[in-house]
């Protein structure tokens, strides 16, 4: 089994920060691609950065240079700092994580959510 626990979701005010963390564990072997997504209600869960095993990062144009993306592979832990948070970065956001697990099988798990509100 392999579990991806978010944390770090609030409410916060607009141009405020905040920093959400995943931490996997369980039966892993390798950790590869890790992510975050994030789902507002009635739209498609989107990407909003990701990061390779060896720290080669990508980010959606909307959150580019606001957002930073981070991992520590010894703790098998993402985060994502979000910074100048705007209402419309309000959604669910979803951790993902591309891995290997002990039995040798690579796939692909989710996080619950966190909820992030931003507004005044």
């Known amino acids: 089994q392999v579990q991806l626990v978010e944390s770090g979701g609030g409410l916060v005010q607009p141009g405020g920060s905040l920093r959400l963390s995943c931490a996997a564990s369980?039966?892993?072997?390798?950790?590869?691609?890790m992510s975050w997504y994030r789902q507002a209600p009635g739209k498609q869960r989107e990407l909003v950065a990701a990061?390779?095993?060896?720290?080669?990062?990508n980010y959606a144009d909307s959150v580019l240079g606001r957002f930073t993306i981070s991992r520590d592979n010894a703790k098998n832990t993402v985060y994502l700092q979000m910074n100048s948070l705007k209402p419309e970065d309000t959604s669910v956001y979803y951790c993902?994580?591309?891995?290997?697990?002990?039995?040798?099988?690579?796939?692909?798990?989710w996080g619950q959510g966190t909820q992030v509100t931003v507004s005044s």
């Open positions: 993902n994580a591309v891995l290997e697990t002990t039995g040798r099988v690579t796939t692909t798990y």
């Open positions: 990061i390779t095993s060896g720290g080669s990062t």
């Open positions: 369980g039966n892993i072997r390798s950790l590869y691609r």
